[in-house]
Structure formats: structure tokens, C-alpha cells
């Protein structure tokens, strides 16, 4: 993978398919000043390393099944997450994409949040729209 021109930025492209199919997908580089159509993903890294592989890329078992949650049955979908269209080794390209995220989740069509499985999460959600209710009130 080469480094990316200041400006730019890598989308992914999701593959249809089911829940337990094999991840598949495609990353492109694009101009940000030239508006390209993608959803910004934002969710928990987790404290699990970076184990489960991708085509190649090892990516946190958070974000697999997060994939796997958005991916669609019968159409791509692109996508902008830190992890896989950063490279994460590239220190200047890491810094440069951290200053332009602003702009990247501004740009974006949506930005989907993602914050883990429901099973695991309802009573920390539950506490939060608790929380978020009584500070409108």
C-alpha cells in the first residue's frame, strides 16, 4: 500500500454478503476536495489486539463484526474507518489523516456509530439514554 498524497484519502469498499461470509473488500484512493459518496464509520477499537484477517489485513475483532453487522445481502457499500484506510505503520500518514478527520467525518454522506454487539451493551445504553433524557428535561 502507498503512502497517500496530502488531500487524499482511502475508501473502502464492502462487499455484499452474509453475516458469516468471509469479509471481502476493496480500498481506493480518492481526492477529498473532489466529494466522493461514502459513510464514515465511527466505533470502539476495543482492548483485543489486532488478530482476525481480512484479505490480508489484520483488523480487531470489533471492527470484523461490525463489518459484518453494515455489510449489505446485495450491494457494496463504501465505507471510510481509521483502521483499515489509514495505514497504521505509516507515522506521517497517520498524523497527516488524524488532522484531516474533521473534514473526513464532515464530508462524509453519514457516519455510522458503532458500539458493539446489543447483548453486550443494553444496560451501558440504557444508562446513557437515562442519562441524555434527564439533561433534556
Known amino acids: 500500500m502507498r503512502s497517500l498524497s496530502p488531500g487524499y484519502i482511502r475508501l473502502l469498499e464492502l462487499r455484499p454478503g452474509n453475516p458469516n461470509d468471509v469479509l471481502e473488500f476493496e480500498l481506493r484512493v480518492e481526492k477529498l476536495v473532489n466529494s466522493p459518496v461514502y459513510e464514515a464509520l465511527s466505533y470502539v477499537w476495543g482492548n483485543a489486539p ?27 457499500r463504501i465505507l471510510w474507518i481509521d483502521q483499515l ?28 456509530i458503532w458500539l458493539g454487539e446489543a447483548e453486550l451493551l443494553s444496560p451501558h445504553l440504557w444508562k446513557l439514554a437515562s442519562h441524555l433524557t434527564m439533561e433534556e428535561g
Open 50 to 76: 489486532a488478530e482476525e484477517e481480512a484479505q490480508g489485513y489484520r483488523i480487531t475483532p470489533q471492527l470484523a463484526v461490525a463489518l459484518r453487522y453494515l455489510r449489505k445481502e446485495d450491494s457494496s
Open 85 to 112: 484506510c489509514i495505514r497504521q505503520s505509516d507515522v506521517v500518514e497517520r498524523n497527516t489523516q488524524v488532522g484531516m478527520m474533521g473534514e473526513i467525518y464532515t464530508k462524509a454522506t453519514s457516519v455510522c
